[in-house]
């Protein structure tokens, strides 16, 4: 979908940013359905996409792990292109500000975005592997947002309030998604 550039320091992620897809640079869509549609998809795809890169080694790399955070990045560019639909300011604050993270901070424009601040890789870690982290991590706040977004879709006006209710929801859900963009690239996760 897109091209992100994610930031490593020694051991922290120190910001990311990249350009929205070509044709739909300087748009901002007013139907949220594609977008969440295209975050869906990629949700659905990307454990499928995992059990077959994987295969009988149970291990990420090479060209597999390419093609894996090609796809984590293409889910997040989704997620980001979803809150930018909903949130009527230029940012959006992930507010996961611990010893460990941030603050961290989306903004976004007409042809792209940026994540600025610092999450600690020490944070990111996580002790299961890829399918359990799925299940338990990026699972719940995607079912979560659903619940949140058909609630409130189902007069399809929704109000700035209940923007910000699925704001929450879409935030943490880019939070696992560029948690488990560090953990592959850092080779932290397999099967």
């Not at 091209?3 to 748009?27: C, D, H, M, T, V």
């Not at 890169?53 to 997620?79: H, K, M, Q, Y």
């Not at 792209?112 to 020490?122: Q, S």
């Amino acid at each position: 979908m897109g091209s992100s550039r994610y930031n490593f320091g020694k051991n922290s992620i120190e910001g990311a940013y990249g350009r929205y897809p070509k044709g739909l640079e300087g748009q901002t869509p007013t139907d949220p359905r594609p977008a969440i549609q295209a975050m869906m998809d990629g949700y659905a795809q990307l454990l499928s996409l995992h059990r077959r890169v994987v295969g009988n080694d149970g291990r990420i790399i090479g060209t597999e792990r390419s093609r894996l955070l090609d796809a984590i990045d293409s889910l997040a560019l989704s997620v980001i292109m979803t809150l930018r639909k909903f949130s009527l300011a230029d940012s959006v604050d992930l507010a996961y500000e611990t010893d460990q993270a941030g603050p961290l901070v989306l903004d976004f424009d007409k042809d792209d975005w940026a994540l600025r601040g610092r999450l600690f890789l020490g944070f990111c870690r996580f002790s299961g592997g890829f399918s359990e982290y799925y299940r338990e991590k990026l699972s719940p706040p995607f079912r979560d947002f659903l619940e949140e977004y058909k609630t409130h879709a189902l007069d399809n006006q929704i109000s700035e309030l209940e923007a910000a209710a699925i704001i929450l929801r879409l935030r943490d859900i880019l939070f696992y998604v560029i948690k488990l963009y560090a953990l592959v690239y850092h080779l932290e996760i397999n099967e």
